[in-house]
């Protein structure tokens, strides 16, 4: 796609990409909801389909005075919501590829990205394994962090989506303290923390009880942070959290995916957002998936995650802009 005529609005408001995700997800349902709470605050591009918003039933009439970048690439022919096909995985790379293009042009300032299906592209041929690492491939990031928060708490990820019997090997020095460097960065310049404080939760139960339990704390994780500035632990990972959540710390080092989603989850669910540190711009997401189970019922889907990735990026890429 060209995007020669696409003119970069010349506004002081923040000018989001907005990508529809799986067309056949709750994408386009959350898109619709979420921007009617957030018209106004920024220049929205919205980037999908067209005629699968429609075919949500919800009124769009305002979406008259969003920019709409129309890629038409979803069949007519027998679409139905909570289907997982490739069509559907291509089509939802495609609005990512033109987010991207989007960003070179400056056209936009930031994406948020709705939940795409990873069987769904890999069906299509695309060997990732979600935003995350693609677009790090597409921008030759190296160091990226995934962050994930709500408006109680903030996690780092060392590891990602990896089964949970190789993050023990894949730790090591260096990949924890480049983590924490662009954290504690990433804090500073996206969030406006002056001087962050970071608490790093042990991988074992009880952080290993001095190596009663495992060797990982006192043979990786201590000598990583020994001696950085503003940076605490490793602690067991409940206590982490406990004093994270009583506001003890800015944000946790956590060692896999899932300590820190079942915190996020229990604490504040619908109001969750992954943001991916290390890019040359902001992107943040949702912190749920394609529902597909309830992608045909508008009526029970909930749109607060993506309201919240929406102000996410709108706040960090104001911040940005001042650091």
Known sequence: MSLKNNPTLKSRKVRVGI??????????VVILKALKEVFGLAEFYVIGDRWVLNKTGL???????????????VSRKNFRFGKILSEYGKASVEYLNTSLELIDSASIDCIVTAPISKEAVN??????SGHTEYFAKKTNS?????????DKLKFSLLTRH???????RVLN???????ILLVRDSLKKLFGINDPRLVVCGLNPHASDNGLIGKEESNIIKPAVRAMHGVFGPISADIAIAKLLDKQYDCAIAMYHDQALIALKITQAQRGVNITLGLPFVRTSPLHG?????AKN???INPSSMIQAIRTAILCTINQKKA
Do not use: Q, R
């Open 19 to 28: 990508t529809l995700g799986d067309p056949s997800g709750i994408g386009p």
């Open 59 to 73: 009124e769009n009439s305002f979406c008259e005075k969003i920019n709409f970048i129309d890629l038409n690439n």
């Open 123 to 128: 069906l299509a041929g695309y060997k990732i």
């Open 142 to 150: 190296k160091n990226i962090v995934m962050m994930l928060l709500n």
């Open 162 to 168: 990896i089964p949970l019997k190789d993050v023990s």
């Open 173 to 179: 020095g260096k990949i924890i303290k480049d983590n």
């Open 290 to 294: 394609t529902a597909f189970d309830i």
């Open 298 to 300: 508008p009526a029970v």
